[in-house]
């Protein structure tokens, strides 16, 4: 076997392992290596198990990853809804990688309804969207007052700009000068 050949098959070893919702798994890979795929693999194969989709979470960094994300799983379950028994079984086993083994066949085909009808929808969602329901959900155990309301980027830079500003308008305090003076010599102007 060649070191290519090995290479490649400690890389399907891996994503295997990573597919498998019995093992906990952090996927991080360059752009196009197949993270999606893994993830997509392995809540298919949670709900194949009888995992109901309103109980599964997907967290992704991007908005767009998490779009993509909820796209493909809901282009794979539509294909499978309208698949014959044994190109479904085929299809199956060649993303699951469970080649003779029998599968319910009548539930593959119903994920993709199940999947729609989901109360509130399948949950793909950014770390920083996570974070903010959980804030909402419980503001008084984060500290925070029930009316909260998150600045948006715009406003953030706004209030940056005018912090900055302020703090630059103080050029009477010399403790002040020398420590902006410090940090102008180690980082850029961005």
């Given at each position: 076997m060649s070191e290519s050949q090995n290479i490649m098959g400690q890389a399907v070893s891996q994503a295997s392992l990573a597919a498998d919702p019995q093992n906990s798994a952090w996927v991080a890979a360059n752009a196009g290596s197949g993270k999606t795929y893994i993830l997509i693999t392995r809540l298919v194969r949670l709900m194949l198990s009888g995992v109901a989709p309103e109980k599964l979470l997907c967290l992704t960094y991007t908005r767009s990853a998490a779009a993509e994300m909820q796209d493909r799983l809901f282009s794979l379950l539509a294909e499978w809804a309208l698949l014959d028994d044994e190109a479904l079984q085929e299809a199956i086993d060649e993303r699951l990688g469970t080649l003779g083994a029998p599968h319910d066949l009548a539930l593959a085909r119903m994920l993709f309804a199940r999947a729609l009808e989901t109360p509130g929808g399948l949950r793909v969602q950014t770390i920083h969207s996570f974070c903010e329901s959980l804030l909402k959900?419980?503001?008084?155990?984060?500290?925070?007052?029930?009316?909260?309301?998150?600045?948006?980027?715009?406003?953030?830079?706004?209030?940056?700009t005018q912090i900055i500003r302020g703090l630059l308008m103080r050029h009477d305090d010399p403790d002040l000068r020398a420590a902006l003076d410090a940090l102008t010599r180690q980082i850029s102007e961005r």
């Amino acid at each position: 076997m060649s070191e290519s050949q090995n290479i490649m098959g400690q890389a399907v070893s891996q994503a295997s392992l990573a597919a498998d919702p019995q093992n906990s798994a952090w996927v991080a890979a360059n752009a196009g290596s197949g993270k999606t795929y893994i993830l997509i693999t392995r809540l298919v194969r949670l709900m194949l198990s009888g995992v109901a989709p309103e109980k599964l979470l997907c967290l992704t960094y991007t908005r767009s990853a998490a779009a993509e994300m909820q796209d493909r799983l809901f282009s794979l379950l539509a294909e499978w809804a309208l698949l014959d028994d044994e190109a479904l079984q085929e299809a199956i086993d060649e993303r699951l990688g469970t080649l003779g083994a029998p599968h319910d066949l009548a539930l593959a085909r119903m994920l993709f309804a199940r999947a729609l009808e989901t109360p509130g929808g399948l949950r793909v969602q950014t770390i920083h969207s996570f974070c903010e329901s959980l804030l909402k959900r419980f503001p008084l155990e984060a500290g925070l007052s029930p009316q909260f309301d998150l600045l948006d980027e715009h406003e953030a830079r706004a209030m940056q700009t005018q912090i900055i500003r302020g703090l630059l308008m103080r050029h009477d305090d010399p403790d002040l000068r020398a420590a902006l003076d410090a940090l102008t010599r180690q980082i850029s102007e961005r």
